[in-house]
């Protein structure tokens, strides 16, 4: 979230990010496709429209939910009543 309603809204391409954990959030991705050498920009280009802040996030509230979509993305997954509760506890307690 930090990256969403923080980072994107203060920083653009090409400014210097002097707090270093937004420059760790910022580092820290990598973004691309199958194909070799695709990236995509991590900041807003200078000028372009800001996006909307997230003010609700869901998490966790379907575990056998597979998703696919564009190109080579798929995190299709399984899991038991006891690993979802065990989760469950884990994103409630933070």
Known sequence: MRYT???VPTYRQG???SDARDLAIVNSLVWS???S???FDKLLAPGEAPVP???YWEIGNE???SVSGG???SNGYTMDAASY???YKAIATR
């Open 5 to 7: 309603n923080h980072i």
């Open 15 to 17: 400014d210097t990010i």
């Open 33 to 35: 496709s199958v194909f």
């Open 37 to 39: 050498g695709d990236s």
């Open 53 to 55: 802040r997230i003010v």
């Open 63 to 65: 575990p056998t939910v």
């Open 71 to 73: 190109i080579g993305v």
């Open 85 to 87: 509760a065990e989760r």
